[in-house]
């Protein structure tokens, strides 16, 4: 099926407003060290750009989950396929992500992250669709609220494509 990418967020909007939170982050950790954990693979390319911008101390980390199978999708039970390299104890933890979708992924991930004692533990999304929320999650930090549209770009993938996209883009597909 053809499909094909309509800008929906230019490179310059994105790339402003990451600059405006981590001008934010860099307020509100004042004094402190940010450790930045990154959720495989979608919030890399928001995360490499959003540390670029903070001018507190920042250390970085990484982790990749997968949902587990269908049944259990309800649930929001996630399998870490990679984990973290380092303990979250006493840490000033910030999650970072590309969306927030359903919740499910993140309430799920918090809580696990949670149980690790970090000395504080916030999000920070790119975007974020509240219409499709199922899962409460608290966001600390969002880009952008879109509508109910699926995104590519900026780390987002279509079918493992796209996330190299500067922009943020709607897939559509021409019948
Ligand atoms: P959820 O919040 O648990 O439903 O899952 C969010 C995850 O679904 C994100 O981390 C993305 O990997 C994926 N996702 C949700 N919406 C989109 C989209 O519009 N484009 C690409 N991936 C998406
Ligand atoms: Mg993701």
Redesign the pocket.
Known sequence: MAERVEVMLTEEEVDRRIQEIGDQISKDYAGKQVHLVC?LK?GSFFMCELAKRITVPVSLDFMSVSSYGADTKSS?VVKIVKDLDEPLEGKDVLVV??????????SYLLAMLSDRKPASLRLCTLLD?PD?RVVDVNVDYTGFRIPD????GYG???DQRYRNLPYIGVVRFDD
């Open positions: 959720v979608g929001g992500e590309d969306i927030v979708d359903s919740g499910r992924t993140l669709k499709r549209e699926f995104v590519v987002l993938d279509y």
